[in-house]
């Protein structure tokens, strides 16, 4: 068995046996221009874990996923939410507890949850650069939440590259 076809392609250069002419109009290269995000496939079980939070805790309005620069990675909210807004104040809230875990010589921020009338605004740590702000009615089930979300979070930390 050899590892090139006795006869060499159009271009003159052998062939891997097996290989046709046909098996490679099938394989198509991207478009010019387009590029291939190197991040896709984390971002989309990062989506998967926020939609599935949603599922699993109910009172759970939606999610954004932010970077401690409190710019916008990606969101699982309804459309009457910004989630620029979103990651924004969670890199906020993220300063904020950051500075308190300093002062009070406490470990590294892992999360923080503000309770204000109308539900919960919830931020957690996902490695060093990444926030995750979970936003929950005022009847959620914070424990529950905090029962289900770190797990996630670490599955999450675990998908990013």
Not at 53 to 65: D, E, I, N, T
Not at 75 to 80: G, Q, S
Request: charged fraction near 20%; avoid cysteine; aromatic fraction near 4%.
């Amino acid at each position: 068995m050899t590892f090139f076809d006795t006869a060499p392609s159009a271009g003159g250069l052998p062939m891997r046996e097996g290989r046709a002419e046909q098996d490679r109009s099938q394989v198509r290269a991207p478009a010019f221009g387009t590029s291939i995000d190197p991040m896709a496939a984390g971002l989309a079980a990062v989506r998967a874990e926020m939609a599935d939070l949603r599922l699993r805790v109910p009172g759970v309005r939606g999610s954004a996923l932010g970077g401690v620069d409190g710019l916008l990675i990606t969101h699982d909210l309804p459309r009457e939410l910004e989630p620029h807004d979103l990651a924004a104040l969670a890199a906020t809230t993220f300063g904020l507890g950051r500075q308190t875990a300093l002062v009070l010589s406490q470990s590294p921020f892992r999360d923080a949850t503000l309770r204000s009338e109308g539900g919960y605004f919830i931020v957690y740590a996902v490695g060093e650069h990444a926030l995750l702000a979970v936003l929950g009615n005022d009847g959620m089930n914070v424990a529950r939440l905090h029962l289900e979300a770190r797990p996630a979070v670490a599955r999450m930390v675990a998908a990013l590259p």
